[in-house]
Structures are given as C-alpha cells and as structure tokens.
C-alpha cells in the first residue's frame, strides 16, 4: 500500500486534509469568496475539496487547482464531475512552486501544503506573484501552542507560537482581515476521522494483503499524534490583503 493508498483511505470522512469542519470550511469561505463570481487558485490543492466546496456554491466561480499526487487530482476530477462544476475547474499536475499562469486570480489559497514552497512566508511570496491587484490569500497554518519536543520539531516543522507567526505574516506585507484559530474538537477530531478510517478498513478488509500495514499504520501514526504533538501544535487559518499604502 503506497502513501496515496493510505492517504486516500485515511481521508474518506474528512476529505478537507486540514484540521477544520466544515462549518469553518464554509465560513472561511464565505468571507474569503464575498463575490461569487471570483477567479481562484488552490495552491497544494490534494483531492480539490476547498475549490469543489466553493464551486457548487457559487456558479459564477471559476477555480484552478495544483498539485503532484496524480492520484488526488483523479479523485478531484471525478468528485468535479459527480457535482456538477467540472466545466470551471482546471487541475494542473505539476509542484505547485513551478506553476505560472498567464491571468493573474482574485484569491490564492493554500491549506496545509506550505512545506511546499518551504514555509510560511515563502508560500505567501508565491501566492502574491499570482494575485490580481486588490485580490486575497486564504492560507493555512500549524503553530506550536506550547513549547514543542525537539521530536515535533522534526516531525513538524520548525514552526512558530500563533502571534509570531501573525506578526511575521504582517510584516512580511499582508492585513489579516479574517481567521479562525482550530479549535481542540476540530484537532481531535482531524487526527480521530484519519487514523479510525484507516484502522477501520484495516479491521473490515481481514483478508487483504494490505490490512496489516494499514493497521500498523494507523497505530503508529495515533501514537505519534497523542505521545509526540497532541498537546503542542495548533492550526490556523488566515484571510489576507496586500498591506495598502495608506500615504
Ligand atoms: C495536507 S494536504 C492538503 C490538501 C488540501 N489543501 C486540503 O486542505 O484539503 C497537502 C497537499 O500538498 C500537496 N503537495 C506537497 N508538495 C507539493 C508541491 N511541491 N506542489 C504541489 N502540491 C504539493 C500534497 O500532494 C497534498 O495533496
């Protein structure tokens, strides 16, 4: 069973592969999309949840998504199909740092893909080279909410407590105008809706050759939630505009 197998499987119940439910989903959104009719990109898109969300809701969308695993983008492609927005949607298989485009976007998001472009702020420089003037970025980011172990630091990043890492977004150049800080029930839940999925296809799939691995996997990467940064890394999601000059 290769990553995308298992990642498939893991994210059956929460096709958004961030720490948000769908009601953050739908609001970050709302604030984010004001218009309806907006040109958007999804930088790091995966199986093109956030930009299939936004579509179905708003018919005057246009949205374009990148990202490497082939197998994300089918998933997209064919759940583009089953809702009815394919005809505004354009995947591009490609490292989304390379891709360029000839019409600037309203909105560039990016949820949970900054490792990427290696960070934060390098996410953010790639996002402006791509925003129409006036446009939004909607990103998504960890943080340490207490001081991590030198083993979630490895595993994670070498990430920054939430203030710092606003403060470090606005003086890179940018206004937060909305966010949503994850809470503990839309943490928990993420980690319990990835590893319970995988275990329990594991448990209902006894004769394939994969279940074990499936299982061991699960195992593992519970422990690893619940020993190693459960209690320090925290989600948050951002709105941002171009810092203006106000004279
Ligand atoms: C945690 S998932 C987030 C997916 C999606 N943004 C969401 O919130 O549902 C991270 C995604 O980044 C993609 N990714 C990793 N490196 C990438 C790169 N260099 N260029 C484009 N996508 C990349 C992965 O394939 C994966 O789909």
Redesign the pocket.
């Known amino acids: 069973m290769n990553r995308e197998q298992i990642s498939r499987i893991a994210h059956a119940d929460h096709?958004?592969?961030?720490p948000l439910d769908d009601a953050s989903v739908r609001r970050l959104l709302e604030r984010g999309l004001p218009r309806g009719d907006e040109r958007v990109l999804?930088?790091?898109?995966?199986?093109g949840?956030?930009l299939l969300r936004a579509l179905a809701a708003r018919p005057h969308l246009h949205a374009e998504g990148?990202?490497?695993?082939a197998d994300?983008l089918d998933q997209a492609q064919l759940a583009a199909r089953h809702r009815g927005v394919e005809d505004r949607l354009v995947l591009h298989h490609?490292?989304?740092?390379e891709f360029t485009s000839s019409q600037p976007f309203d909105v560039v998001l990016?949820?949970?893909?900054t490792?990427?472009f290696g960070g934060l702020l390098p996410t953010l420089a790639a996002a402006r080279e791509h925003l129409a003037p006036g446009g939004r970025v909607m990103i998504?980011e960890g943080f340490w909410d207490r001081t991590p172990s030198q083993q979630a630091v490895e595993m994670l990043g070498d990430l920054t407590d939430l203030a710092t890492t606003v403060d470090r977004v606005v003086a890179d150049g940018w206004v937060p105008v909305a966010g949503h800080i994850s809470t503990r029930r839309e943490l928990d839940d993420y980690e319990w809706a990835c590893w319970g999925s995988l275990a329990a296809w594991a448990v209902e799939h006894p004769g394939d050759r994969d279940s074990a691995q499936a299982l061991e996997t699960a195992t593992l990467r519970r422990a690893e939630w619940l020993r190693v940064y459960r209690d320090t890394w925290g989600f948050v999601s951002l709105i941002l505009h171009r810092t203006p000059d106000l004279g």
């Open positions: 096709p958004i592969k961030s999804d930088l790091g898109c995966g199986s949840e956030w990148v990202d490497v695993s994300a490609q490292k989304a740092e990016s949820f949970g893909a490792h990427a998504g």
